[in-house]
């Protein structure tokens, strides 16, 4: 007879431990349906640092092209202002010789 209510009380619990049991399973599917997901973003958030680093090293290479663009211009301007100069000098040289 013990044994009988052994095999009863391990019935009962079974069955009401069911709904506990698939609910905890729906659960870790869930959670690896949330750690696959997790993954995916770990990995977009990985090629947007590659992509970022790439922009700031293109970014870096641009301003430097750029101030050495500066710096070429403001000579030429030199240069123009005294080729002008240079030109309003030889201009007034040959008024005056004639």
Do not use: F, W, Y
């Amino acid at each position: 007879m013990d044994n009988d209510l052994v095999q009863l009380l391990r019935s009962v619990i079974r069955e009401e431990l069911a709904p506990v049991n698939d609910r905890l399973d729906r659960n870790d599917e869930r959670l690896d349906g949330i750690s696959q997901h997790l993954g995916n973003i770990d990995q977009r958030l990985n090629h947007i640092e590659e992509d970022q680093h790439l922009i700031k090293s293109a970014v870096l290479d641009t301003n430097e092209r750029l101030i050495n663009v500066e710096s070429l211009l403001e000579n030429q301007h030199r240069i123009i202002e005294l080729l002008s100069a240079r030109s309003i000098e030889q201009e007034a040289k040959l008024k005056r010789i004639k």
